[in-house]
């Protein structure tokens, strides 16, 4: 009896509210694949479909759903790993090298970072693509996605670093290690929550990114999958079924990629914070 007068009711029955309003959106989206175009606008916007159809995923399969769906993993791909890699770098050198100036002014490059909003500089970023004759490429994407995804990064692994016990790295250097091993040895191993947290949300951020790639490309084979929601968008009208099965085939992979590394991006996100 005790233990139930100590339950916080209050709060639990705010975080089911919070829950239905999170999952009735959801719910819509989901429900709404499966009506035809022709029904979407005469039955009640909640119900359930009374004959659920997989038109609408056939209808985004052959609109290029596979193109688009590769061009999204290549580009997140080949921002992450890079970004992520030169992320850890430089976050190791700043917290080993606390006491150097010029490493201290590179610190402050990288947090001055998170102050730019990607569309403060999105004119000067096109202009940059123009003049290396990148325009309507998977590159043009990719490098400006590593910029952006850098700044975050480094703090989140800076802090994560800075936990690590000051003796494990002076042991390593008196068994005469290298910095190069002791970073990658001791520090990589140790590190390894921070890098799947910041790895996990670089690739959701330039999954669903849609300013650069709207910017930067032109060509239908150049979309990624957020901008390929306008293929379902004509003149004099809009296909809000092929929408939302478009939808919830995007989110799929990042369910997945939140499910397999959701306590890594939490434990990391919060990692050096309570200092």
């Not at 970072?113 to 990607?118: E, F, K, N, T």
């Amino acid at each position: 009896m005790y233990r139930l007068l100590r339950l916080n009711w209050i709060g639990g029955a705010f975080g089911w509210l919070w829950l239905l309003v999170v999952m009735l959106p959801i719910y819509w989206v989901v429900i709404t694949s499966f009506k035809t175009q022709a029904t979407y606008f005469i039955t009640d916007t909640l119900a359930p479909p009374a004959e659920p159809t997989l038109d609408n995923y056939r209808t985004v399969v052959e609109a290029g759903f596979i193109r688009y769906f590769l061009n999204s993993v290549v580009v997140s791909a080949g921002a992450v790993i890079p970004a992520v890699t030169v992320a850890f770098m430089a976050a190791y050198a700043i917290v080993r090298g606390a006491g150097n100036r010029w490493l201290r002014s590179i610190n402050s490059v990288f947090l001055l970072g998170l102050a730019i909003p990607l569309q403060a500089v999105v004119i000067p970023v096109y202009l940059i693509i123009i003049r290396l004759h990148m325009y309507d490429t998977l590159a043009a994407i990719i490098l400006p996605s590593i910029a952006f995804a850098i700044p975050l990064s480094v703090l989140v692994l800076a802090n994560f670093i800075r936990d690590v016990p000051r003796e494990l790295f002076e042991s390593m250097r008196v068994d005469g290690a290298t910095e190069w091993g002791t970073l990658w040895r001791l520090a990589f191993p140790l590190t390894r929550p921070a890098l799947v947290t910041v790895t996990i949300y670089n690739a959701l951020t330039i999954w669903n990114g849609f300013i650069l790639p709207l910017v930067l490309t032109q060509t239908p084979d150049q979309r990624t999958m957020p901008l390929a929601l306008w293929t379902y968008q004509g003149e004099f009208g809009i296909n809000f079924p092929a929408i939302a099965a478009s939808v919830t085939l995007t989110t799929i992979p990042i369910i997945v990629a939140y499910a397999i590394g959701r306590r890594q991006l939490l434990s990391g996100l919060t990692a050096g914070f309570g200092k």
